[in-house]
């Protein structure tokens, strides 16, 4: 059965994202990866799989990805909209729509991709933590599907 979400929890949601992306975009590497849980996974085709992918090894590639914009000078910008948010037996599903931005002083500003995102979160503390991450971009196809998520 799935819970109706209280309109706090909804709004905590949506400021955890904020915190998230607007990390990211001014180089918060670091604290962008401490929101995903240790046994996280992340499904995406930029990092050319279409099976889930553990935190270990997602986090080296977004350390990676992070220091090649910062030594061109790229900066990023996330802008999401479209939140859908449900619970079920203490994990929240969150979906939502994502265009990313790239900035440099030669090109201006342009659209590098949009996507939609798929998350499954749990309370941690007094925050939230993502347990996986499913990003399925508009440029690259559709994932081709798996099994049903845990839960």
């Known amino acids: 059965m ?17 915190d998230q992306l607007e990390a990211r975009d001014r180089g918060g590497t670091e604290e962008w990866l401490a929101v995903f849980d240790d ?8 990092l050319g799989r279409d099976s889930p ?22 900066q990023r910008r996330h802008c999401v909209h479209g939140f859908a948010f449900s619970a079920r037996d203490g994990v929240v599903e969150a979906r939502f729509y994502a265009l990313f931005l790239v900035v440099d002083a030669a090109s201006g500003a342009r659209l590098q991709s949009a996507a939609m995102i798929h998350d499954r979160l749990r309370r941690h503390g007094g925050t939230w933590r ?17 099994p049903p998520s845990p839960g």
Not at 3 to 14: C, K, N, S, V
Not at 62 to 70: E, P
């Open 130 to 146: 993502v347990l996986s991450r499913v990003i399925e971009r508009d440029d690259l196809g559709r994932l081709r599907p798996g």
């Open 39 to 46: 046994d996280a996974t992340m499904t995406t085709k930029v």
């Open 53 to 74: 992918v553990r935190k270990a090894e997602f986090a080296a590639e977004v350390r990676a990805l992070d220091a090649s914009f910062h030594e061109r000078e790229v």
């Open 2 to 18: 799935t819970d109706a979400l209280p309109l706090a929890t909804h709004y905590e949601l949506r400021r955890f994202y904020a």
